[in-house]
């Protein structure tokens, strides 16, 4: 079995903090270059999240009927209730998809 303290001398020996500041040094600056691609993804998880909601309200009101979502328009006084509940439950599948 190996000793603690040669185990720790040969960690040290092959990583030394000194050899870690370049390489966190090249990341940083690497980064910083390419910040426009980045940037350009950055909304990216915002759009899926958003997307994936749409999606799963429009299913839900898919799944049980646009007649029950335009009974609860109706209730609300928004007009056209059916006609409403048709149009709100394709644009969110529609939406989310896009």
């Not at 000793?3 to 903090?17: E, N």
């Not at 050899?19 to 350009?40: F, G, S, Y």
């Not at 299913?59 to 009974?71: L, Q, V």
């Amino acid at each position: 079995m190996a000793d603690h303290t040669s185990l720790v001398t040969v960690f040290h020996k092959r990583i030394s903090p000194t050899a870690v500041k370049p390489c966190v040094r090249d990341l940083a600056d690497h980064l910083l270059k390419n910040k426009n691609a980045l940037v350009q993804w950055a909304p990216v998880p915002l759009r899926v999240v958003m997307g994936v909601g749409f999606i799963v309200h429009g299913w839900a009101k898919w799944s049980r009927g646009p007649a029950g979502f335009a009974k609860l328009l109706q209730q609300v006084g928004v007009p056209l209730p059916g006609f409403t509940a048709w149009a709100v439950t394709f644009l969110e599948l529609a939406g989310g998809f896009a």
